[in-house]
């Protein structure tokens, strides 16, 4: 509860609560959620990037509107996932996923990929445009 509380502070104070709930609203469909049911059906669309993230860490939320913003410039070019780890342990543990954000980037369901420290939209964008 604590930390929702600290998320709520940082996004009002911040100005950005109005792009991320107008983002929320807008291109929710292009990032797509990802579990053990979804998971092997998602990787078998050539390039895709996957977010593993916790609800109650700030970084998470933080790297949501760098990915729905990705999302929407490429246009259904590569799938855009995310995988909650507190909901799907076993994803995390079979890619080793010990710190989030972290994101995996795969090329024909092979991990070619990782970024654990995501600090700009033009750093991931950099990293997924050279697999295009």
Request: glycine fraction near 0%; charged fraction near 35%.
């Given at each position: 509860m604590r930390n929702n509380?600290?998320?709520v502070r940082f996004l009002l104070n911040s100005g950005?609560?109005?792009?991320?709930?107008?983002?929320?609203?807008?291109?929710?469909e292009l990032v797509l959620e990802v579990d053990e049911d979804n998971y092997d059906d998602f990787l078998n669309n050539g390039i895709s990037v996957l977010n593993f993230f916790?609800?109650?860490?700030?970084d998470c939320l933080m790297i949501f509107p760098m990915l729905e913003a990705?999302?929407?410039e490429l246009n259904g070019k590569i799938c855009f996932g995310k995988v909650n780890v507190?909901?799907?342990e076993k994803l995390a543990e079979m890619h080793r996923v010990s710190k989030v954000p972290c994101v995996l980037i795969f090329k024909n369901g092979e991990l070619v990929e990782r970024i654990n420290n995501c600090d700009s939209e033009e750093f991931l964008r950099e990293r997924i445009f050279c697999l295009i």
């Open positions: 509380i600290y998320k950005l609560w109005q792009k991320h709930l107008i983002q929320k609203m807008v291109f929710r916790s609800d109650w860490k700030m990705l999302a929407e507190e909901e799907c």
